[in-house]
């Protein structure tokens, strides 16, 4: 009597995990203020007085 008993248990497990998380945040704020203020302010006033009296008596 000849008995042969042969079991193979033959596991394989692979697990692969990924995970990529990428953030990009770009903020940019260009503010520009410009104001001008001119003022030109010219005044010429100009007074002529003559005054011219001749007497002559004889």
Sequence with gaps: T???TTTTTET???T???TT???ETTTTTTETTTTTTE???TT???TTT???T???TT
């Design 39 to 41: 003022t030109t302010t």
């Design 16 to 18: 692969t995990e990924t």
């Design 21 to 23: 998380t990428t953030t």
């Design 44 to 46: 010429t006033e100009t």
């Design 2 to 4: 000849t008995e042969t």
């Design 12 to 14: 394989t497990t692979t």
């Design 54 to 56: 001749t007497t002559t």
């Design 50 to 52: 003559t005054t011219e």
